[in-house]
């Protein structure tokens, strides 16, 4: 097996552990066959930090480890430079009602969804433009924010919190895509091929970072050639209408915080 973004071939020496799901943000689950050391190293010091400087602070808040850090509640007290930063941040969500996301932001969700088609053992040959986009490639026409107006993808249960991962493959349509949801508020659409040809691909992964598990979840999601080409709104459009499950996040979190 070779490292699937420099080549190299993985053995004893040269493969490295790469998490499906950051750790950053709670995930747990392992692969040995996907990435060499040093292209590991690379993106954690690049897309993988873009990606835990947004979104590990909500991994952190949960206190799903009891590793949040405490905040003095003393009127007047200074606050810690984290927490202040934190705050800042979520301040900044509320009013603005976008993460702001940069390019290797989305590269890291991209590598996310990538390492669980790869991990299913599921065929190269149709990531290329995937691969192309997380290593720096153009951007256009990969990723979207998914938001349907009438009934979402996956409905959460009372307080979950988890990451979901959905892979959706169609000979007859000619489309590879993959759906992520991260903390249930950061949904996207990532485009893999508008050319398949493989096999009938439907595979659905799930991490509930509240209770520690890995609970199976049915998603039935069949969007078609024209949904991903000429989506109903825009990726900027659909962010604003995912903005409730930030709310509904920072709800949890705050329910959770003694």
């Not at 995930?27 to 010091?45: I, P, V, W």
């Not at 599921?122 to 924010?145: M, V």
């Amino acid at each position: 097996m070779d490292c699937y973004n420099c080549g190299a071939t993985l053995n004893r020496k040269t493969r490295s552990a790469e998490h499906i799901l950051p750790n950053s943000i709670g995930g747990k689950r392992k692969a040995f066959n996907l990435l060499c050391k040093t292209c590991n190293e690379k993106f954690g010091r690049s897309i993988d930090n873009d990606l835990a400087s947004k979104l590990a602070r909500f991994y952190t808040l949960l206190n799903t480890e009891g590793t949040a850090p405490k905040t003095n509640t003393t009127p007047g007290a200074r606050k810690d430079g984290k927490i202040a930063a934190h705050e800042r941040f979520i301040a900044s969500v509320k009013k603005d009602r976008t993460f702001a996301g940069s390019t290797g932001y989305f590269r890291a969700i991209a590598k996310i969804c990538l390492n669980y088609y790869l991990s299913k053992g599921y065929p190269r040959q149709h990531c290329e433009t995937i691969r192309s986009f997380i290593r720096g490639g153009n951007a256009d026409h990969i990723y979207q924010y998914y938001a349907p107006e009438h009934k979402a993808v996956h409905d959460p249960g009372e307080n979950e919190v988890s990451h979901i991962l959905h892979i959706r493959g169609s000979k007859e349509s000619g489309i590879l895509y993959a759906y992520i949801e991260l903390f249930n508020m950061q949904n996207l659409v990532f485009i893999f091929s508008l050319d398949y040809d493989g096999e009938e691909l439907n595979a659905t992964y799930c991490r509930d970072i509240i209770k520690n598990e890995e609970p199976v979840k049915n998603i039935q999601l069949d969007l078609t050639r024209e949904q991903l080409e000429n989506p109903e709104l825009s990726s900027v459009e659909m962010e604003v209408r995912l903005f409730p499950r930030f709310e509904r996040l920072m709800h949890i979190i705050q329910s959770n915080t003694p």
